[in-house]
């Protein structure tokens, strides 16, 4: 239920052009989204080698990747269990993640398929990518584990909503990546 207040909060906010809706202080829960998006902007390269790859091919992008999928989920709750973080919480937040960049990809590579915009140049391949998004999966532990009493109160999604809404407006983000930013912050909060 939880979850739901973060996304409808933030997406009304969001709607609504950021126009004084958004009340709550996201303190330190802007940190940890802002993490989130930082991983979440891998998603246009990560599409963008996927769609070279599949337009040499003469094929489709593969979007979902199961077992690269599962071994993050595994990675990440054994880490997350050495920081004393709950492995439930830990897959759930990291599910989020992979979902928010599903999310993204796909909406880019309909965008360039349609021709409603022109695929960036990667310049590289998935394995030049991976040790930023792993880096940026250690970040998020580490800040799941600092902030991990404030994920727990009862004002979690208020702060997490306000936190999408200032990073989304910082960054400047579209609509693909803001919904996307929704979906990867809707586990956050603990309770």
């Known amino acids: 239920m939880r979850n739901l207040a973060i996304a409808a909060a933030a997406?009304?906010?969001?709607l609504a052009g950021q126009g004084g809706v958004a009340e709550a202080d996201a303190g330190s829960a802007e940190r940890l989204v802002g993490?989130?998006?930082?991983r979440l902007a891998t998603a246009d390269t990560v599409a963008a080698i996927k769609w070279e790859a599949a337009v040499r091919d003469g094929g489709e992008p593969v979007i979902d990747?199961?077992?690269r999928e599962a071994a993050i989920y595994d990675a990440m709750a054994q880490a997350g269990a050495e920081r004393g973080l709950p492995g439930g919480l830990?897959?759930?937040v990291f599910q989020g993640?992979?979902?928010a960049n599903k999310i993204a990809q796909r909406g880019l590579v309909t965008e360039w398929r349609y021709g409603l915009a022109v695929a960036g140049v990667p310049g590289g391949d998935l394995a030049d990518v991976r040790p930023v998004i792993d880096g940026l999966n250690t970040a998020i532990l580490a800040e799941l584990a600092s902030e991990r009493m404030e994920l727990a109160a009862a004002d979690c999604?208020?702060?997490?909503?306000?936190g999408v809404v200032a990073i989304a407006g910082s960054k400047r983000l579209d609509a693909l990546h803001a919904?996307?930013?929704?979906r990867a912050s809707t586990p956050l909060c603990d309770g």
């Open 11 to 14: 997406a009304i906010v969001l």
């Open 35 to 38: 993490l989130l998006a930082e």
């Open 65 to 67: 990747d199961p077992g």
């Open 90 to 92: 830990v897959r759930q």
């Open 97 to 99: 993640q992979i979902e």
């Open 157 to 162: 999604p208020a702060r997490v909503a306000a």
């Open 179 to 182: 919904a996307a930013l929704v």
